[in-house]
């Protein structure tokens, strides 16, 4: 089983690496039976959703390199974990069109989300609930809540106890449901 860490900022100082990076480490420390891979947006520099073709028509196929980058990237993943900020109440509009200029690769695969940002991304959470219903993909319910204010002292993320024990039962929670759709 192979879980896909997907780091959805591309700002210049942003925290999503480090909150990637994180649960890397702790799928790592763990010891988890499934395989954890992070993937960061930024490094596939996805270009705005232009294409005349429909991604659900593309068939995993795409005109522009840096799409079929990240499509080689992300299909082979059975579940994902995105990890996200909250921009104005909402997702990222890098994170969006990336998910967007993407379609079979997503369909009926399990995700959680760990969001961050003032009030822990639970606005971006909510809004990326409604939108990866459109691919059929299936939530777990447990969610990670990272603040801006609390979590990161100096610039460096540092989460608490708490948290580590929310990202166990998050994992717990999306291997089982990957597993069982299998």
Known sequence: MKIGIVVGSIREGRNGLQVGTWVKEQAQA?????EYELIDLKDFDVPLFTSA??????KKH???????????????????????????????GAFKNAIDSLGAEWMGK?????????V??????????????????????????????????????????????????????LEHLTGRLA
């Not at 399990?110 to 003032?118: E, F, L, R």
């Open 30 to 34: 763990q010891g988890r039976s499934a």
């Open 53 to 58: 073709t429909h991604p659900m028509m593309a």
């Open 62 to 92: 795409y005109d522009d390199p840096r799409v079929q980058a990240w499509s080689d990237a992300i299909d082979p993943c059975d579940a994902y974990i995105l990890v996200t900020p909250e921009y104005n109440h909402g997702v990222p």
């Open 110 to 118: 399990p995700y959680a989300v760990v969001g961050y940002g003032s």
């Open 120 to 173: 822990g991304g639970v606005r971006a959470i909510e809004n990326w609930r409604s939108i990866l219903a459109n691919f059929s993909m299936v939530d777990v319910r447990n969610e990670i809540n990272v603040s801006l204010f609390t979590h990161f002292k100096d610039g460096v993320f540092t989460p608490t106890a708490h948290q580590n024990e929310d990202l166990k039962a998050l994992f717990d929670s």
